[in-house]
């Protein structure tokens, strides 16, 4: 079964590093994702991605953080100054295309994450 | 705006026991309903999805789910559960938008006695 591959699985950085956490999601689709999950906490949506750029953000994903898709199978999220409380679970999910009638078929795949630990 | 509760942040149930995990949404139109289980330091599962049609969702692991847009809920259940089941669940709703964002709930961590 395809899979969504996410590396490294935990990575730790001192506080004002900049962090890349890579993806590659499943090859024929379109839709990518980065969510996170602060420990004890719900999964919140960062940014969803389409046709080469960023289709949404939430009020998390400030100008700290960037999405890229460097060449047509990583999608990448860039921390450029960590801190504290960017601690947290993060992850990468891909969804493929519309289904039939314009609906929605969600085929939606998340990795396994990657922690990350700022200290 | 779109949200998911789950009234039960924690529940405790004994192994072969019957479970049902509650789960509420507030859509505007039609909701995407989806069950995710995540083991302990583990990725995320789909369980179960609802998008339409019967509204008894059969899913993975014996999993269940019932749809219920008078009660705007989507409970999972499970007729004998199993220690492995000890996990957190989320449920999430699904922004049937050009983004198809997940909105989720806050989890219920489920605890099985032998």
């Known amino acids: 079964e395809p899979e969504v591959t996410q590396t490294p699985s935990h990575q730790v950085t001192q506080m004002g590093q900049e962090v890349i956490l890579r993806c590659v999601p499943i090859?024929?689709?379109?839709?990518f994702y980065w969510y996170r999950q602060i420990l004890g906490q719900k999964v919140e949506f960062l940014v969803s991605f389409y046709n080469n750029e960023i289709s949404e953000k939430s009020e998390i994903f400030d100008d700290q953080f960037s999405v890229e898709r460097p060449d047509g199978s990583n999608f990448t999220l860039k921390i450029r100054s960590t801190k504290l409380e960017d601690s947290a679970m993060y992850f990468c999910?891909?969804?493929?295309?519309w289904g039939h009638g314009g609906r929605p078929t969600y085929g939606y795949t998340f990795g396994s994450g990657t922690r990350l630990t700022v200290v | 705006a779109q949200s998911v509760t789950q009234p039960d942040i924690h529940i405790t149930v004994s192994e072969g026991a019957s479970l049902e995990l509650r789960c509420n949404y507030s859509y505007g139109a039609t909701p995407y309903l989806f069950w995710y289980v995540q083991s302990p330091g583990q990725g995320l599962q789909l369980l179960l999805k609802y998008f339409s049609g019967d509204t008894l969702v059969q899913g993975i692991k014996g999993f269940e789910a019932e749809f219920k847009r008078s009660q705007s809920s989507f409970n999972l259940r499970k007729p004998s559960v199993h220690w492995s089941d000890a996990a957190e669940y989320f449920c999430a709703v699904g922004d049937a938008g050009n983004n198809r964002k997940l909105i989720w709930g806050l989890g219920t961590s489920l605890a099985v006695n032998p």
């Open positions: 090859s024929n689709h379109l839709y």
């Open positions: 999910a891909s969804s493929e295309a």
